[in-house]
Structures are given as C-alpha cells and as structure tokens.
C-alpha cells in the first residue's frame, strides 16, 4: 500500500518541531480527514536556511510534510515557490490515490508559510504565492476559470466537481 520512502518518512520524519522566530509560519488542514499541517521557515537573503514542521494527521499526512521540508530547505524562495504535491508525491515514489490530498496539504502549507514572510516584510503574497486555502477541501471556485481553487481536481480524495 505504502512505499518504503513513505514508510521511512513517517517512522523517521526529518525536519519536526518548531522554529522560535520563525520567518514565515504557514498552517492548513483538511476538515474532512482532521489533517493539520504546521510549517517553519528561517529564511535569510532569500534562502530556506532552515525548515521545520508539525503535523497532526496520517501516516501519509507525516510523509508529505517530511518530504516537502526535504525538498526546500536549502532552496530559494523562488525555488520554493514551485514545489508542488505532484513532486512531494513523486519524492516518494508515490502515495494510494485516497491520500494524494495529503501531498496538495504539504505543498499549501509551504505556500501559507511563504505567503506569511511576505506579508511580515510588508508585502503583498497573492500575486507571488497565490491564494492560499486554509482547509483544502473548502469548496471555493475561482469565478473566471471555474477550476476548484483548492485542489485542482488532483487530489483524488474528495468529492468534488471538478
């Protein structure tokens, strides 16, 4: 059901905790599955310096989180910008169908944590980030496009029209 990197990450996550001063603090969740997802960045000259997490959730919930530290810390935040679940879900050599919805949480909770440091240096995230939804199976539709804003029919784990 689980590969063995999902495996490792949830017996072994890397990167757990918090980060007292932290530069950008994102947290998402998913009300339909109880997911909640915490992320820290130090961020210094535009570098992920450090990256830390808080997850309260599945096995998969914990992998995902795990992973998408992995895959920034050290980056820019340009870098940074582009994670997406597809490549939190390929570093781990992919997840059950019903969980994809754990790697969309990861990459917005990285999304909310970046929104969040630049709005503490007094800039505008949405045209940067883009928005950001809280709970990721709010049924919010973007009006010009009418895609689900949320997750953008990939997660696999609800019900919406996509």
């Known amino acids: 059901m689980y590969t063995e990197k999902v495996m490792d990450h949830f017996f072994n996550p890397r990167?757990?905790?918090?980060?007292?001063?932290?530069?950008?603090i994102g947290e998402v969740g998913n009300a339909k599955c109880g997911d909640?997802?915490?992320?820290?960045?130090?961020?210094?000259?535009?570098?992920?310096?450090?990256?830390?997490?808080?997850?309260?959730g599945c096995?998969?919930?914990?992998?995902?989180?795990s992973m998408a530290t992995e895959l920034i810390k050290g980056k820019s935040i340009e870098d940074a910008l582009k994670l997406t679940n597809k490549a939190v879900t390929e570093a781990l050599d992919?997840?059950?169908?019903?969980?994809?919805?754990?790697?969309?949480?990861?990459e917005q909770?990285?999304?909310?944590?970046?929104s969040d440091y630049y709005t503490k240096q007094g800039?505008?995230?949405?045209p940067i980030v883009g928005k950001i939804v809280a709970d990721i199976h709010e049924h919010e539709h973007d009006e010009e496009e009418h895609q689900h804003v949320s997750c953008s029919g990939n997660c696999g784990g609800c019900s919406c029209e996509h």
């Open 15 to 24: 990167n757990v905790g918090e980060i007292e001063n932290a530069s950008g």
């Open 59 to 65: 096995g998969a919930a914990v992998a995902t989180s």
């Open 123 to 126: 800039i505008d995230p949405e």
């Open 94 to 106: 992919g997840l059950p169908p019903v969980k994809i919805h754990c790697s969309v949480l990861a």
């Open 36 to 56: 909640i997802m915490r992320i820290y960045l130090d961020i210094k000259n535009d570098i992920i310096q450090d990256v830390k997490f808080k997850t309260f």
């Open 109 to 114: 909770a990285v999304k909310a944590a970046l």
